[in-house]
Each structure stands twice: as structure tokens, then as C-alpha cells.
């Protein structure tokens, strides 16, 4: 299963939970990540935001083990904790030094495997969930991204907000969370990760040892039906928001999902020749020259069914439509006009080194390894490197010329009050 | 993880003849060089009426030498896929740059001449005011901003700590070329620097590289610049913004001990017990328990003059009163509660637990270090922060919280219906 140069260890346990370790020497530190496939996608619609709330609930206990015990353990050995829910996973993590990994892992296990999700506790921390999404709610940004993921996902579940709505959560009970929870959080769904000061064959013992008596799952409402939206045309959207200084335009166009990944790569690479830093394309001519925009950004956002890639600018309300045009035509060009070798070449220096940077602590290894682990295959992440040095600039244009099309996308405008 | 890391002899300090002090930090794991150059000028060094205008400045240095214009800066950098940046605080300013090893002597090059040679033209300049102005216009998009930039303003009064680094609108606006150069040419001096490298470089080489491109830059005969901070006088206040917002924001800030006070490391440590981590104090009592937040945590920042110890929650804005009286009685019980010997053992932990895996990366390393010796406390001080935290007894804790913990300064921001009751029901406290 290990392919040859992947510097980690694949290795799927008897009861279906796959295990990646990656042993790194002189650092006294483990990282423990755990995924699961338990993200906002799996929701029935009804039960959106259940994913991420169940996340909150994992930290408050099981029968053996009161709310706030593992918090209290963790932390006082100086270690660090915590979890993140979206679309596609929900993963729970420990930083630690590498001595205390045996007495902590159970713990983290048995949040995972066993939580209660006491009715009380739910009562308590749902008030917790409905200050977040308020919290959300006086966040520009936020609401601009949601609007924008309503437009461009359609029914998908990948539109709907992580957070789910104060109505939604206002009616959902313990039992259908530990439904949920119970459905979902089964060991075939399950990787854990861990990365630094621990070797191989002492950590395969710790996982099987914890990761064990998981209990069979209940029936459960299935996900919501996920059709990949296809729209036609330009869809635009235009918001007032209270307090807002400066006006925002995002332009989002999908991209391919998980089976495409050399697909995905290379738009990773058209937004770094398009936006990324100061001698790209976009920066370069809006910003600098024409100083048309406070700033502008591309991004490409790698998810399992289909993904995402937007050009968001803050600017002067006045300039919105302007800009809109000037990105519409200079994405007609991109994919009109042959792609310079030097331009080609900074952009994939740049994913490269960032690559390289973004994998120097065994916390970043170990939140690398556990998400591709959970859309793809962990191993999926090694191919990265070579294939952004593979393309040329003729693929990645013909790429810009199927994928990032100005007849066809979203456009969400945001404008003060 | 580097308490050994940080020890002599890996550990290579050097003063070269000019002034400029080196530190250096082999460390072979990763094909990445991190490397900073701190300059001993933060916002403090700025007269009121510049405020803002080290960060402008700062800002500036990548945009224009005399010999490349700020193209040609960003596409050196970004053709070889590194970083270069660079940020003011309020005590310092630093340039910081990130390559793979083979890469770095070209960039370190190019940072050194944008520290030494800056030429601040002036089409950079009405561009960098255009962006700085419409920054400081969107701070206030951010509620809990808009509540620190109040209770800052009501501490600090005529102190440069009192605004936010980026200045206002009224200074930033009147920023010259002339003062640039001027405040460029008062602080920017080899005896100023101090350049951190650490990654995967031969401590001579790394030496060497800093030779060639500072070793013969000359320090002015004239003293360097001296700082001199006008007097805090505390008078607390409950100030409110009223806004329409979905959650109000309550904040309670105490003037605090600078990081050179013997009460610091006792003061990070109730900073850790109250407000670091999923089982912290605030953290259990008023959200676990309570359910009044979402957000709530306490921070104390670590400064060379007079610091502020803040604790804050973002709730409904119903609640906002009871969350006032929450974060008092939590921050100031801790004047007559003596913490037990496990809940500061556990604070130990958990800060000196936390400070350690704050030194995982090359670029943080290189940041600690050079900040401590930018700060004048040496190099040392990594150890002996530790040792003065392991030190704190009960009795030092308690001591430090009956000495800060007197009447707060609050903020309150929210709809007005909610937030200004609270504020008048303060008035008559």
C-alpha cells in the first residue's frame, strides 16, 4: 500500500481504520490528528450543521470521562487541543510532548469512539454553536462567502453553511446526534495521523489498543442527494451590509473534485500566475498600476466532489463593474495567449517552496497527511510537487480555457448599507 | 522544541565591528533558511502627530531602493518562490524573509539593501497612503477591533501605546517623504539591528553573508536615539460604542506590568490560568458552564513600557451585563482566592508546555531570538523566563493580582439598548 518514495506509513487496522504515521527524529513533540468522514456533507438537510455542533459535543465526555477532563489532561501537560468541521471532515487534534502520547491517546480515543453527548451538556453548549454563528453573522467576509456558496453550489450540500442556522438547531435533540455520531464515526471513516517523536511499531500498538470497541451503527437519515450543480451563464448577486468601509467583488467558477487532481493542481497554479503577489498578473495591473482595487486574491479550494476557484478584490464601490470586466477579459487572454516560460516558472517556485514551508512542523505534516487521507489517499499529497513541475504552459492554458470561462460563473458584490 | 536547540555552543552570537549584533542557528532538518532583521524602532519612537508612521515606513522599504524599483523587488523574490516581508510593533520593526537554502544569499542581499537603501519614491508613497487610509477605515468592519482601539485610546491617553500601529487617518495622511528619510536616517544604523539566522546554513557561511552585506555599513558618530514615554496616569473609564450588531463585545483591561517588572512571569501565568486554552478559567466558567460565549479568552501582551492585561467575551448582546460581572468577578477574585498548588502547577504546565511548541519552526525560532535581543534582554532570557516561571509561588500570585487587579478599564460595544444601560449602570458603581 505504501508507495515507494512516501516518506509515511499506511497501514489499515483489522477493523477498517487506516493508521499514518511518519516517525520525525530530534523532535520531542507527537501530533495526533484524527479525521473522520463526517463532515457538513454528511447531514440530511434537515440536520444541517449537526456535523460541526457534534464536534463542540465530542469535547463533553463519555461515561467514563466527565466534560472538561480531557481538556484539563492535555493542557496541563503542556500540551495543545482542539478540532475543525467542514464540508468534507471533522478532525480533533493533540499536540504533545511525545512521552505523554500513550496516557493521552485513550483519552482522545474515547471522545471519539464513546461520547455521550449528555442532554444537558447539548442544552448548554447549543447556546455556545448560537453565539458562534452570531458572532459569524457581524463578520462582512462571512456572509459574502456564504452568499456567494448559495449561488454557485445551488442544492449542493457544499452551500450550505458548516455552522447550520439557530432554527435548524433550535429542533434537533441528543438521540439524532447520537445518531449521527454513532452512523458516522465508525473505524472505515477514520484516520489517524500521528507525526514527530514516536516510532512506528510503539504507535501501531497504541492506535490498535485505543481505537478499538467502536459500536455498530444505527440506522441514520442519509446525507442529502449531492448533485454537482452545472449552471448556465453569469449569475450575480449583489448585498448591502451594515458597517461595511469598502466594497467586495468575488467571482467563483467550480472546479473538478477529487478525480481530477492533476486538474486541480494546475488551477492551483493559474491562481498563483493570476494573484499571487505583487508581480502577478492581477496584482500587478489592478493594484499596483492601475490602482483600481485595495487588494485581489485568487483562490483555489481543493474539495472531494467538486472544487473551488475565486478572484475576490476589495475595492471602491463605484469600480465594481469595471473590475469585473477587466478580470473577464484578462481570463479571455489567459486562455487566447501562450503562458511565458518565466511566468510559469514563478508560479510553480512559489507552490513548491510553499509546499516545502507548509510542511516543516509534524503538526502541518500531520493535518497534510489526514486531509488528503480523508478526500483522496494520503499518499495523493506526494504527487503535488512533480505534477506542478510537469505542466507547461499550453496545458495550463487549455485548463484556464475549459475551467475559468467568463460566460460561465458566479459574481457576489457586496456594498455598504 | 529546542530548549537544548537554544544553548551554547549551537548557538553562534556575534557583534560585528559596526555595531550590528548576529545571532545564527544551524538547524539541518528542513531545506529552509529563516532569517530576520530586527531595527530597535517601534511606534514608540513616533511623535503624536506621526503616528503610523513606522509602519508606513516599514511598508515603504520593499517598494523602492536606489537601484530597483518595487517590480523589480517583488519579482526577484517571488521568481524563486520565497518571502520577503516586513511589520512594525510597538517596541520594534523587523524584516523577515523565508527561502530554501540555495536561494538564500540572494535574498538575504536583497533585504539588507531595502533596510540600508530604501529610496521611499514618491508614486510608492500616495499608493501606500491610499491602501493605509482605506485600512484604517476598515478596521472598523470588525467589532471586536472597534472595542480594542477604545480601551486602548481611554488607557494610554498622549502614550504611543494608545493607537493601533497603522496610525489614524489625520497622521497617515500628513506623512512626508522628508519624514521618512529623516526617521529613516535616525534609527536605521548597524549598532540598531540585530539579524537572527536559522535554518539549514553553516554558521560561517551565514556569518559571512552578513559581513558582505552590513559589515560595512557605518554607524553615525551621533548616540543612539533614546526613548522617553510620557507618564500613564490611570483614571478608569467605561466607554461604550453602540452598533447594531449581532453580538455585543465586553472587554475589561488593567494597566500591567512591562515584561522587565518583577511581576511578569506571574502576571503571564494568571494570563495562562484565566484566559490559554479549552480548560482555562473564563474559558470553563463562562462559556462551558454558562453558555454566554462562543468567544472569551484574556491576553497580556509581552511590552517594554507600561503593558495591559485584557480579558474579553463576545455574547448576546441580553447578556452583556451578566458577562461584565462574569469577567470582573473571574479576573479579580484572584485578589483575595489563593490559587491551590496543582492550579498553579497546571498554569506552569500549560505556559512553559505552550511556550516550548512555540519554537517548532526555523521562522519562530528566529523571531524569539531576535526579539528577545532587540528587546535588551538577551539571548539568555529563553532560559530565564523559564526558570522565573517555575519560581512563581501562591503567594507571589496572589500578591501581583491584588497589585493590577483594581478597577478596570471597559469597553462595550453592541446595540444601544442593551450596551448603554450597562454602561450607566458603571457610572453609578
Not at chain 1, 107 to 126: K, N, Q, S, T, W
Not at chain 2, 97 to 121: G, H, N, W
Request: charged fraction near 20%.
Amino acid at each position: 500500500m505504501n508507495s515507494v518514495d512516501f516518506p509515511a506509513s499506511v497501514i489499515r487496522l483489522e477493523n477498517g481504520l487506516t493508521l499514518i504515521h511518519q516517525e520525525i527524529a530530534a523532535t520531542p513533540v507527537v501530533v495526533a490528528d484524527v479525521w473522520v468522514r463526517a463532515g457538513a456533507i454528511a447531514e440530511p438537510a434537515e440536520w444541517a450543521g449537526m456535523a460541526h455542533f457534534l464536534e463542540h459535543m465530542i469535547f463533553k465526555g463519555t461515561d467514563q470521562l466527565p466534560p472538561g477532563v480531557f481538556d484539563y489532561a492535555i493542557e496541563t501537560q503542556g500540551g495543545m487541543t482542539n478540532a475543525a468541521t467542514s464540508h468534507d471532515y471533522a478532525h480533533f487534534y493533540i499536540t504533545i510532548a511525545a512521552d505523554m502520547l500513550p496516557q493521552t491517546l485513550p483519552y482522545l480515543a474515547d471522545l471519539l469512539l464513546h461520547a455521550a453527548i449528555p442532554a444537558d451538556e447539548f442544552g448548554r453548549e447549543r447556546q455556545v454553536v448560537l453565539e458562534e454563528i452570531r458572532q459569524a453573522q457581524d463578520d462582512p467576509d462571512w456572509l459574502g462567502y456564504q452568499a456567494m456558496s448559495e449561488l454557485v453550489y445551488e442544492d449542493h450540500p457544499y452551500g450550505r453553511p458548516v455552522l447550520g442556522t439557530a432554527e435548524i438547531l433550535q429542533q434537533r435533540s441528543p438521540e439524532e446526534m447520537r445518531c449521527f455520531h454513532q452512523a458516522h464515526y465508525q473505524p472505515d471513516q477514520m484516520t489517524v495521523v500521528i507525526t514527530g517523536g514516536i516510532g512506528l511499531e510503539p504507535t501501531v500498538e497504541l492506535v490498535k489498543h485505543a481505537f478499538r470497541g467502536f459500536a455498530p451503527p444505527p440506522p441514520c437519515p442519509p446525507a442529502a442527494s449531492a448533485r454537482v450543480p452545472s449552471f448556465p451563464g453569469v449569475r450575480r448577486e449583489i448585498l448591502h451590509l451594515p458597517r461595511l468601509e469598502q466594497s467586495r467583488l468575488t467571482m467563483a467558477w467550480l472546479g473538478p473534485g477529487i478525480g481530477q487532481l492533476e486538474t486541480a493542481y494546475g488551477l492551483d497554479l493559474l491562481a498563483a500566475i493570476l494573484a499571487e503577489g505583487r508581480s502577478s498578473r492581477l496584482v500587478r495591473e489592478l493594484r499596483e498600476d492601475r490602482q483600481l482595487v485595495q487588494d485581489i486574491g485568487a483562490g483555489f479550494s481543493l474539495q472531494r466532489e467538486c472544487s473551488l476557484f475565486t478572484i475576490q478584490a476589495w475595492l471602491e464601490g463605484d469600480d465594481v463593474d469595471r473590475v469585473e470586466a477587466i478580470v473577464c477579459d484578462r481570463l479571455s487572454e489567459l486562455a487566447a495567449k501562450p503562458i511565458s516560460e518565466a511566468e510559469l516558472t514563478r508560479a510553480q517556485r512559489l507552490l513548491c517552496n510553499d509546499y516545502a514551508f507548509s510542511t516543516e512542523a509534524p503538526g502541518q505534516l500531520a493535518g497534510l497527511y489526514g486531509y488528503y487521507g480523508t478526500i483522496a489517499a494520503a499518499d495523493r499529497c506526494l504527487s503535488y510537487v512533480p505534477t506542478l513541475q510537469s505542466y507547461t504552459g499550453d496545458r495550463l492554458r487549455s485548463l484556464a480555457d475549459q475551467y475559468l470561462t467568463p460566460l460561465r460563473y458566479v459574481s457576489t458584490i457586496l456594498h455598504p448599507a | 522544541m529546542t530548549a537544548s536547540l537554544l544553548q551554547a555552543p549551537r548557538l553562534h552570537r556575534t557583534v560585528l565591528a559596526n555595531g550590528l549584533t548576529v545571532l545564527v542557528l544551524e538547524n539541518p532538518v528542513a531545506d529552509i533558511v529563516s532569517a530576520r532583521l530586527f531595527i530597535r524602532a517601534g511606534s514608540t519612537f513616533e511623535a503624536p502627530h506621526q503616528a503610523g508612521l513606522v509602519s508606513f515606513l516599514m511598508g515603504l522599504l520593499t517598494k523602492g531602493t536606489d537601484t530597483l524599483s518595487s517590480m523589480a523587488i517583488a519579482e526577484t523574490v517571488e521568481s524563486v518562490g520565497a518571502s520577503l516581508g516586513t511589520d512594525a510593533a510597538a517596541d520594534y520593526s523587523v524584516i523577515s524573509l523565508k527561502t530554501v537554502s540555495a536561494d538564500f544569499a540572494e535574498i538575504f542581499a536583497l533585504a539588507a539593501t531595502v533596510l540600508r537603501q530604501p529610496s521611499f519614491p514618491l508614486d510608492e508613497i500616495d499608493l501606500e497612503r491610499k491602501l493605509t487610509l482605506q485600512q484604517i477605515r476598515s478596521m472598523q468592519e470588525q467589532p471586536f477591533t472597534v472595542a480594542f482601539n477604545q480601551l486602548r485610546q481611554d488607557m494610554y491617553g498622549e502614550h504611543p501605546y494608545a493607537l493601533p500601529g497603522i496610525g489614524t487617518e489625520a497622521t497617515v495622511g500628513a506623512i512626508t517623504q522628508q519624514d521618512l528619510v529623516e526617521f529613516h536616517r535616525q534609527h536605521m544604523r548597524p549598532d540598531n539591528v540585530v539579524v537572527t539566522i536559522v535554518g539549514r546554513i553553516a554558521p560561517e557561511a551565514a556569518l559571512a553573508q552578513v559581513e558582505k552585506s552590513l559589515g560595512g555599513w557605518k554607524a553615525p558618530a551621533t548616540p543612539r536615539p533614546t526613548l522617553a514615554l510620557p507618564p500613564v496616569t490611570a483614571a478608569p473609564t467605561c466607554s461604550v460604542v453602540t452598533q447594531e450588531t449581532n453580538q455585543a463585545i465586553v472587554m475589561v483591561g488593567y494597566p500591567a506590568a512591562s515584561v522587565k517588572h518583577p511581576a511578569y512571569p506571574a502576571l503571564k501565568l494568571l494570563n495562562t490560568y484565566l484566559g490559554n486554552g479549552l480548560s482555562s478559567r473564563l474559558f470553563v466558567e463562562l462559556r462551558e458552564k454558562r453558555g454566554l460565549a462562543y468567544d472569551v479568552s484574556a491576553f497580556y501582551p509581552t511590552r517594554l513600557g507600561l503593558s495591559q492585561f485584557v480579558a474579553y467575551i463576545g455574547t448576546a448582546p441580553e447578556n452583556a451585563a451578566t458577562a461584565l460581572e462574569g469577567l470582573r468577578f473571574e479576573v479579580e477574585r484572584l485578589q483575595t482566592t489563593v490559587l491551590s498548588d496543582e492550579e498553579l502547577q497546571s498554569a506552569k504546565n500549560k505556559l512553559l508546555g505552550q511556550y516550548a511548541l512555540g519554537k517548532q519552526t526555523n521562522a519562530q525560532i528566529a523571531q524569539l531570538l531576535g526579539w528577545y535581543e532587540i528587546l535588551g534582554l538577551g539571548v539568555e532570557y529563553d532560559q530565564q523566563f523559564q526558570d522565573m516561571v517555575t519560581a512563581v509561588t501562591v503567594l507571589d500570585a496572589e500578591a501581583v493580582a491584588q497589585e493590577f487587579f483594581h478597577n478596570p478599564y471597559i469597553s462595550l460595544l453592541g446595540p444601544e439598548e442593551f450596551v448603554a444601560p450597562v454602561a450607566a449602570a458603571q457610572a453609578w458603581a
